[in-house]
């Protein structure tokens, strides 16, 4: 069943002018309901491997778009699953940013209200239950719930079944919704195993095929 996501607006890549600011990382507001753990974990082992500045250097090159409310709230766009594993292992870690828009109030609701009209949030819990309203959101990344259906499309995508689709928001969660009608083993965001091969079957079937990135026709499925 594909997701009833709004209309959306591109989110702005920053252009060279664009002046990026440092900003911690825990203190960014999400604007999506869950990840995927499974994903979270593989970043936290990469981040591990370094040390916070060569973390740092590499951040700059990964930018996050923000929203930033008038009281100075800043509301993260993407790059959820990426600073939710840094934090993992590092609470204080700060990463690069840069505003795409001010918003002349600090009203939680109003703030949103902008979000959800740009097509900018995902109000769909771990269990695939929605929309929620958006003002229950978590207002922290460590109080994202953990949706094993988005771990499994990560874990798909990795092996290379399924093509990045970076201009469509929610990609992987669309998939995740997509995978979650139809039946599969039993699984979880710790042990993908059980239902990898059939969800290999199921993202390559022609019954897929009007997914943005199917890879049907090509060697990767075959």
């Known amino acids: 069943m594909p997701l009833r996501l709004p209309a959306y607006h591109p989110i702005p890549a920053p252009d060279q002018k664009a002046e990026l600011i440092e900003v911690s990382a825990a203190q960014l507001q999400p604007t999506q309901w869950c990840v995927g753990l499974a994903e979270i974990w593989s970043r936290e082992r990469d981040f591990a491997q370094d040390t916070r500045q060569q973390r740092l250097a590499y951040l700059r090159g990964k930018p996050v778009p923000l929203i930033r409310s008038a009281d100075g709230a800043m509301w ?25 828009q001010e918003i002349p109030t600090a009203e939680r609701h109003a703030v949103l209200s902008f979000l959800q009209s740009q097509g900018w949030l995902y109000l769909y819990d771990g269990r695939g239950n929605g929309p929620r309203p958006a003002d229950q959101l978590p207002t922290s990344l460590l109080g994202l719930e ?39 083993p039993p699984f979880s965001s710790k042990r993908l195993d059980p239902a990898l091969a059939a969800a290999r079957q199921l993202v390559c079937s022609a019954a897929a095929q009007a997914m943005p990135g199917w890879k049907g026709n090509k060697k990767a499925c075959r």
């Open 76 to 100: 993260m766009l993407d790059r959820h699953h990426r600073l939710r594993g840094l934090i993992g292992i590092d609470p204080g870690a700060t990463t690069w940013a840069y505003v795409v």
């Open 146 to 184: 953990d949706d094993p259906y988005r771990s499994l499309v990560w874990k798909l995508k990795q092996e290379g079944w399924i093509k990045p689709q970076p201009l469509i928001p929610y990609h992987e969660f669309r998939w995740a919704a997509w995978l979650r009608s139809r039946p599969l």
